[in-house]
């Protein structure tokens, strides 16, 4: 059997807000439904004194799922979270990161990095999954740099019951 390639993408932007506050943001998972679309709810399902485990509601195409379950390791000192994704489905093999928030002047740089794998180490599988990171990468940075930067924090708005998700037998 082939190992399958490692493949990568990174994606970044400036905020005017002091990097200590923008890691808040990015820590806290609780607040990320109603700051990053298409995230409508999060459960906590353990935490082990080193990583999290957390699941997503989300909605795609119109339907709700909770088929994004993450592991998170916070590194409040580096202003660091890891994650890994449990829960891939082909053609995607494997799936993980890092967010870095990294003092720039008197704001930050936020880069959001992923690692990857495809099924079928097919270049053109890997790009298509690319453009997808891609694309949700763009939209949650740009969602955290208009909250941080407009001084606007969101509180947690719905949780699992909220929105009747019931859980997918996993």
Not at 9 to 38: C, G, I, Q, S, Y
Not at 39 to 53: S, T, Y
Not at 144 to 149: A, I, K, M, N
Request: proline fraction near 6%; hydrophobic fraction near 45%.
């Amino acid at each position: 059997m082939t190992e399958l390639r490692i493949w990568t993408a990174r994606h970044t932007t400036r905020v005017a807000a002091p990097p200590k506050r923008v890691f808040e943001v990015v820590a806290n998972v609780d607040r990320w439904p109603a700051l990053l679309a298409p995230l409508l709810a999060v459960e906590h399902l353990g935490f082990d004194g080193v990583c999290e485990r957390v699941r997503f509601a989300q909605q795609v195409d119109g339907v709700t799922t909770t088929d994004l379950t993450m592991v998170r390791e916070l590194n409040p000192k580096r202003m660091q979270v890891r994650f890994r994704q449990v829960d891939v489905r082909p053609p995607v093999a494997t799936m993980g990161g890092i967010w870095v928030v990294v003092p720039k002047g008197r704001g930050a740089l936020v880069a959001l990095d992923h690692y990857y794998r495809v099924v079928d180490n097919d270049p053109v599988t890997a790009a298509a999954v690319e453009r997808t990171i891609a694309a949700g990468s763009m939209s949650m940075l740009e969602a955290l740099r208009q909250t941080v930067d407009s001084d606007g924090i969101p509180e947690l708005v719905k949780s699992y019951s909220d929105i009747g998700v019931t859980h997918d037998a996993r």
